[in-house]
């Protein structure tokens, strides 16, 4: 598969797993935007790898929807946002308003990360979040964008 001439959006691309796949974007030649809360960071990190950026906050459902409206088709969607504030929430905002943007043979991907599968002493709120998203992502989530995409 190539990614020549694609446009690929990676929120929480900021840093590790997120970055990866936004760097592997760009070297298959996607047009990759870097999308997270912290401005200053994804600008950093889009500036090394031949991207843009974009500030969007993954909490708030009416700032996804907005950022959707404001930006053209995305052929591809990766969700690796790691903190479980924006994990649950901005993964079905994802799918609820960027669907609509995708074009047939179009992908939206989440990644949960591995404390879904190792939880850590202190942090189950984060682990319930995670593992909540490799649970319903399929079931729900998904559901959700085949629907939007066979309407739009």
């Given at each position: ?39 200053e960071k994804i600008a950093a990190a ?22 959707f409206k404001d930006n053209s088709a ?16 901005g993964a079905v905002a994802v799918a ?57």
């Amino acid at each position: 598969m190539t990614l020549k001439d694609k446009r690929a959006l990676v929120i929480g691309g900021g840093s590790g797993t997120g970055l990866g796949v936004a760097r592997g974007a760009a070297r298959e030649g996607a047009d990759v935007l870097i999308a997270s809360r912290d401005a200053e960071k994804i600008a950093a990190a889009a500036k090394n790898i031949g991207a843009t950026s974009a500030a969007i906050d993954m909490r708030d459902e009416n700032n996804v929807k907005q950022f959707f409206k404001d930006n053209s088709a995305f052929d591809h969607i990766a969700f690796t946002a790691g903190d479980w504030e924006s994990l649950m929430p901005g993964a079905v905002a994802v799918a609820k308003h960027g669907a609509t943007k995708l074009p047939p043979g179009g992908s939206y991907t989440i990644t949960n990360g591995m404390l879904a599968h190792r939880p850590m002493k202190g942090m189950p709120t984060v682990a319930a979040s995670a593992s909540a998203v490799g649970i319903g992502a399929p079931a729900g989530v998904f559901r959700a964008l085949n629907g939007a995409l066979e309407s739009a």
